[in-house]
């Protein structure tokens, strides 16, 4: 089982997650935010503790999650999005980094039927461009995202599958948004997931909430029975999600080794 974290769900403070990731046996990382910002804005001295962090403990970076693409459509921030997503491909090439984690856009009140084009043009960019220069692009499912329920994930990768745009398959976003459990996307979705997110859910609306691996309303056995079945070498990543996250990752890790046993 290719089981990592994401490392700012540990802590921000990158030298905090590394050591508390390799305390935990967790030697895969996905990079996304530490006190510096988000990926692939980190200082030099992150960077550089990062490279002998990687020689000193075997580490292996599985995938970064530059935040592209994750604001509105009308933001001004939406125009520089591939600006930022090739020192993101930078950043990766560096590190020898083989994924990348994008979204589909925020959905606003503004948004019509016919901005969902700009969408499928905008990810197409970016994934026509990460496989030019080698690399695996993998769009989050997302609550309030254009690829947020069955029909809409689904509806992207097949008008983008020839861009070779894959899942970063998200169970807990999928239920946070439309209240269901795995079983109603994973089949029609599987061909296309590269990456998986582990963290449980609960609740719907403002009564949402995340909570650790067994109290939540997913089906994680279940889930990680097919996903081993279905794709054993999947790369997946703890992103616990909800405080103390230190002590709530231990608790993940727990029911995981439970699940899986």
């Given at each position: 089982?290719?089981?990592?974290?994401?490392?700012?769900?540990?802590?921000?403070?990158?030298?905090?997650?590394?050591?508390?990731?390799?305390?935990?046996?967790?030697?895969?990382?996905e990079l996304r935010t530490t006190m510096s910002g988000r990926v692939p804005f980190f200082s030099d001295e992150e960077k550089e503790l990062l490279e002998d962090m990687i020689d000193d403990y075997d580490f292996k970076i599985t995938a970064i999650s530059p935040g592209t693409f994750k604001c509105k459509l009308r933001s001004p921030r939406f125009k520089?999005?591939?600006?930022?997503?090739?020192?993101?491909?930078?950043?990766?090439?560096?590190?020898?980094?083989?994924?990348?984690?994008?979204?589909?856009?925020?959905?606003?009140?503004?948004?019509?039927?016919?901005?969902?084009?700009?969408?499928?043009?905008?990810?197409?960019?970016?994934?026509?461009?990460?496989?030019?220069?080698?690399?695996?692009?993998?769009?989050?499912?997302?609550?309030?995202?254009?690829?947020?329920?069955?029909?809409?994930?689904?509806?992207?990768?097949?008008?983008?599958?020839?861009?070779?745009?894959?899942?970063?398959?998200d169970p807990g976003n999928f239920h946070a948004s439309c209240g269901l459990d795995y079983k109603a996307g994973y089949e029609q979705l599987k061909k296309y997931i590269v990456?998986?997110?582990?963290?449980?859910?609960?609740?719907?609306?403002?009564?949402?909430?995340?909570?650790?691996?067994?109290?939540?309303?997913?089906?994680?056995?279940?889930?990680?029975?097919?996903?081993?079945?279905?794709?054993?070498?999947?790369?997946?990543?703890?992103?616990?999600?909800?405080?103390?996250?230190?002590?709530?990752?231990?608790?993940?890790?727990?029911?995981?080794?439970?699940?899986?046993?």
């Amino acid at each position: 089982m290719n089981l990592g974290i994401v490392t700012d769900e540990l802590s921000l403070n990158l030298p905090f997650a590394l050591g508390a990731a390799a305390a935990l046996g967790l030697k895969r990382l996905e990079l996304r935010t530490t006190m510096s910002g988000r990926v692939p804005f980190f200082s030099d001295e992150e960077k550089e503790l990062l490279e002998d962090m990687i020689d000193d403990y075997d580490f292996k970076i599985t995938a970064i999650s530059p935040g592209t693409f994750k604001c509105k459509l009308r933001s001004p921030r939406f125009k520089e999005q591939l600006i930022n997503f090739e020192k993101a491909l930078d950043f990766a090439e560096e590190f020898e980094i083989p994924k990348v984690i994008v979204f589909a856009a925020e959905r606003s009140d503004e948004d019509t039927d016919g901005d969902y084009q700009e969408v499928v043009d905008s990810v197409g960019k970016a994934a026509l461009l990460a496989r030019s220069r080698g690399f695996v692009i993998a769009a989050e499912n997302e609550a309030g995202c254009w690829n947020d329920t069955p029909e809409s994930i689904l509806r992207l990768h097949n008008d983008l599958s020839d861009t070779g745009l894959m899942l970063n398959w998200d169970p807990g976003n999928f239920h946070a948004s439309c209240g269901l459990d795995y079983k109603a996307g994973y089949e029609q979705l599987k061909k296309y997931i590269v990456n998986v997110h582990i963290k449980d859910s609960t609740g719907q609306g403002k009564a949402h909430r995340w909570v650790p691996l067994g109290d939540g309303e997913i089906d994680w056995k279940g889930q990680l029975d097919e996903l081993l079945r279905d794709m054993p070498d999947v790369d997946m990543s703890l992103e616990t999600h909800c405080w103390p996250l230190l002590e709530n990752t231990i608790t993940n890790l727990k029911m995981i080794n439970e699940y899986v046993r």
